[in-house]
């Protein structure tokens, strides 16, 4: 079963505790863009994804739902 990027990330944030503008600010990103990110209407860069993939301690394979 294929889980997106967007879930994905909400889940990861979710699971931190974090809100949308409390992970924006450590993307240095805006509140929109995880929004959008989350929602799948974007997709991050290659630099955010291995910034998310080292903050999340996960790997970018399961960022992108290849792995569970």
């Known amino acids: 079963m294929y889980i997106s990027l967007g879930k994905t990330l909400k ?3 979710v ?3 974090l809100t949308q503008f409390q992970l924006a600010q450590v993307f240095n990103v805006s509140k929109t863009t995880i929004c959008q990110w989350e929602t799948d209407k974007q997709e ?3 630099d955010a994804l291995r910034t ?3 903050f999340f301690e996960v790997t970018s394979d399961y960022l992108l739902g290849l792995e569970n």
């Open 52 to 54: 998310m993939a080292r």
């Open 15 to 17: 699971e931190k505790e």
């Open 11 to 13: 889940d990861l944030r």
């Open 44 to 46: 991050p860069s290659l």
